[in-house]
């Protein structure tokens, strides 16, 4: 049974440039979330998708934007990167709601 | 404004010497508490939920308890492959999102 599935792994990208980070969510899961992990903090909450709308978003800039489809898979779009943004993105899919979140290993993204 | 925080930071034990990790909560309608484990690259990989006060749950050489104001994780007997972060969150009133704590960062020494 596969898990949370998250690609990249590592990417590497300039200021100014835009990433796509994507996400499966583990079979039967019909909800994805996406969070932001810098170093040595805990993870912050960018946004939740469910039935492909947005269902709640965190405390994050409008250059962040996501998307899901209708196989429950779901992407990450981050606009304008800086540096400030590079961080570990992990995306976590569970069952309508934050119970029993099956978390990805994360795509690290570094900007420089 | 519902807050998590955990201690202490960072935890160096023996191997087999028992300790607990604390995790505080201010939050307005707990709907429940959970505990991941950290490995450094890695997502969190989920160890116990908890509902409500007096409840405990237990696997392996870990056991979670939880009151109304916070919770611990009890580690007895800790071996090296214990060393991790682990990082506790809490779901609360209307949300959908995991409000988390910093991590305490353990490490076992052989």
């Known amino acids: 049974d596969a898990g949370v599935t998250q690609s990249p792994t590592h990417l590497i990208k300039t200021r100014g440039q835009q990433v796509t980070l994507r996400c499966s969510p583990k079979s039967g899961h019909d909800t994805v979330s996406w969070y932001q992990q810098a170093l040595g903090q805990g993870p912050q909450f960018i946004f939740q998708y469910y039935e492909e709308e947005e269902r709640q978003r965190g405390n994050f800039p409008d250059r962040f934007s996501g998307h899901q489809f209708p196989n429950y898979s779901s992407e990450l779009n981050v606009n304008a990167l800086l540096l400030g943004d590079s961080a570990l993105y992990l995306c976590?899919?569970?069952?309508?709601?934050?119970?029993?979140?099956?978390f990805g290993s994360g795509t690290r993204l570094t900007v420089v | 404004e519902d807050q998590v925080t955990q201690s202490p930071e960072a935890l160096r034990l023996q191997e087999g010497e028992s300790s607990s990790l604390n995790c505080s909560y201010t939050v307005s309608g707990l709907r429940g508490l959970f505990w991941y484990r950290q490995d450094p690259g890695k997502g969190p990989e989920f160890l116990f939920t908890l509902y409500s006060a007096g409840e405990e749950k237990e696997k392996e050489r870990l056991k979670a308890t939880l009151t109304k104001k916070e919770s611990f994780l009890h580690i007895t007997a800790p071996k090296p492959e214990d060393s991790a972060t682990y990082l506790c969150a809490v779901n609360a009133g209307n949300n959908r999102k995991l409000i988390w704590g910093l991590g305490t960062s353990l490490a076992v020494n052989p």
């Open positions: 976590a899919s569970s069952l309508q709601g934050p119970e029993g979140y099956t």
